[in-house]
Every structure is written in C-alpha cells, then in structure tokens.
C-alpha cells in the first residue's frame, strides 16, 4: 500500500470480548488514510480470528507470537509504523468516527505539536464520566507535574518527533510508561488537547490500573520526582503528595500544612526562576494561584493566615488579598 498519513497503532492480547467494537470504530472513521497496524501479543483467545474476519486492507495484522507486554508492543508498533502520525488505539475502547478527522487537521496546522489527545468518556459497568484535560500546553505541563494529562489511547504522535529525539517507551517504567513517555516528549515539542469529546474509554476489572495499581502507583511517584528534580528542586514523598492535593483543591486546616505548603511553593518559584523549565511568568501566576487559595480556603483558622499570605513572596497587591482578609477577620 501507499504510505499512509497515520498508523492507528493497537496492541491486542486476549481482547475478544470488545475487539469487534474497537477495529469497526477505526475502520468506521470519517478520515480514511490510514493504515491499521494491530499487533497480537500472544493472545490464547480467539482474538486473531475476529481480526482476520475483516476484509479491509488497511489492517495490517503482526502476531507476535509470544507474550513479550505492552511496552515491548508499543515499541515494535512505532518501528514498525509508515504514517506520518501514530494515533493510538486501545482494543477494549471506541474512537468517535470523526476523531482521526479533527485530531489530523490541528496537528497539520499546529506543526510545533508533538501529541495530541482528546477529551473522553469513562464507561463501564455503572460508570460514566467525561474528562476534558487542558488544551494548552503551558497547562498540560504544570499539571503533568502531579498527574497525566492526556489520554494515552486518544492521542495522535507526530512520528518525527519519536525518531529525531529517539523516544520510545520505557521498561523502567512498567504500567506507568504512557506517563513518563509523555513527558519525555514534552521536553522536545508542546503538547495539546482537543476538548472535544472522540474516545471511549472503557473501565473493568481486567485492565493494568486494577491489577497493577501498587506498581503503577509507585511508578508514578518516580516520574513525578524526575519531573520536579528538572526544575532543580528535590522534594521527598510527603511534599509532592501535598502539591498534588493543593492541585486538587484538597487542604488540612492546620498550620503545618499552610508553612509545608508556603515552603514547597516558595522553593518551586526561586527554582524556576533559575532553571527556566516553565515559562517564568506564566509559573509564577500558577504558584500565586495555588497560594492564594490554600490561604482562602484556610482562612477560617484566622488572621495569622493572612498575615502568613501578606508576607510570602507569592503574594498578591490585589483584589484577592482584600478577599482573604476579610474572610480571615471573620474565621470564614
């Protein structure tokens, strides 16, 4: 076949109770220059008939033969793949028919992108939410500091910034690979999102997050300190827990927390000043918001909490410390 313009890139292993769903919302898609490059890792189900009884030519079925994971998948996928793009696929999920549409015409007039996800639907059994993460890209990467923030199945990776930075996906990082392999590529080019709502993840019982959470969890705590240690800041376990709750708008009404708090963004913000990782203006409003409303949401503790505010270097000369004052005088 010709070179297509994406690879849509789905790793299979024993997947037949929703593979019919995942291949016919590929091959069901509005945008039709792709190739579909699924990869069986070794399935003892009957996941490679159902694939065989497609009779579409852009499927390109590799068997692999043997269990060799997910990573190892992935990265056979990208070496193997011909499109300018890989989009990402997962053989338990949906992919709205319009989704290769949208997310190839903005990375073709947004060329200083690197991956683009979408929002998406989490459904299951039970289940149903919609997640729409920032489509900026100064957002996605301060809040990649504490989770991730793209849909790993929904994005779309320019090729070529995989192969110039030799990017793949990493054995270190076992069921959190998606997290720190997104990272990597947001050291080299930006990142964004598409609001749009085009993927359909699907939630049960059998997936990584489940079976591996303890793993994942821990994998996770280490890309999290990596990406602080870039900044030139080393903060211990507790301290990132913290700005990661304060991201969540989550806050202990003592003291303690408010000073811990104060000092992990303070040293964020002389650190970056130095480093540059982030954008120095655009780093230090984000920090001042954060600040301001651990001190808003803790103002029922009192005045000493606006008086801790007034003095910090993350301070504002604004409407917001008139705000807080007046809910620190009367405990709110």
Avoid at 46 to 54: A, R, V
Wanted: aromatic fraction near 12%; proline fraction near 2%; charge should be neutral.
């Amino acid at each position: 076949m010709t070179t297509p313009l994406i690879t849509v890139l789905m790793p299979v292993y024993n997947a037949a109770e929703y593979l019919n769903e995942a291949i016919e919302s590929i091959i069901n898609q509005t945008f039709t220059d792709f190739e579909f490059l699924i990869i069986d890792d070794g399935s003892s189900d009957n996941s490679i008939d159902i694939i065989k009884s497609y009779n579409d030519k852009r499927i390109r079925l590799i068997e692999n033969g043997e269990n060799i994971k997910l990573i190892a998948t992935l990265n056979k996928g990208i070496n193997l793949s011909r499109g300018k793009y890989i989009a990402r696929m997962d053989s338990d999920d949906i992919s709205f028919p319009e989704r290769l549409q949208k997310q190839f015409e903005y990375m073709e007039s947004h060329p200083d992108i690197g991956a683009l996800g979408t929002a998406f639907i989490s459904f299951g059994e039970n289940v149903y939410s919609e997640t729409v993460y920032p489509a900026d890209d100064f957002d996605i990467r301060t809040g990649m500091l504490y989770k991730m923030q793209l849909c790993h199945p929904s994005a779309i990776i320019r090729k070529s910034v995989l192969i110039d930075n030799n990017i793949i996906f990493s054995f270190d990082f076992p069921h959190a690979e998606d997290y720190e392999f997104f990272y990597r590529v947001s050291r080299v080019s930006k990142l964004a999102n598409l609001t749009d709502l085009l993927y359909k993840r699907r939630i049960h019982n059998k997936q990584v997050s489940k079976i591996y959470s303890e793993t994942q969890k821990n994998k996770t705590l280490e890309i999290k300190l990596i990406q602080f240690q870039n900044i030139n800041v080393d903060f211990n376990e507790n301290q990132i827990e913290i700005i990661s709750e304060i991201n969540y708008h989550h806050y202990k009404k003592n003291k303690e927390f408010l000073l811990e708090t104060q000092n992990i963004l303070e040293q964020l913000y002389d650190a970056n000043q130095k480093s540059k990782v982030y954008d120095v203006a655009r780093f230090s409003e984000y920090l001042k918001d954060l600040w301001v409303n651990v001190c808003t949401n803790l103002s029922s503790m009192g005045i000493e909490v606006y008086n801790i505010y007034n003095k910090s270097k993350l301070c504002r000369k604004e409407l917001k410390n008139i705000k807080l004052l007046i809910k620190s005088l009367i405990k709110r």
